[in-house]
């Protein structure tokens, strides 16, 4: 019976979520821009492939 009101929230939460638009912090864009990447983004961005040589290892069961 509930369903109503649930979907009423939905439809008001998904437009507020399509016409939101906060205001931009042009300046701590540009002094990202211009010092590079941050310690969040410089540290677990890359991504190192170190299992490349492992598929050597593995065997099949015996019988099959």
Do not use: F
């Amino acid at each position: 019976m509930g369903r109503g009101r649930q979907k009423a929230k939905q439809t008001k939460v998904a437009r507020q979520l399509k016409y939101y638009s906060p205001e931009t912090d042009y300046r701590a864009l540009e002094k990202e821009l211009v010092h590079g990447p941050g310690p969040l983004l410089g540290t677990s961005a890359v991504d190192t492939d170190d299992d490349e040589g492992d598929d050597d290892e593995w065997e099949p069961a015996p019988g099959r």
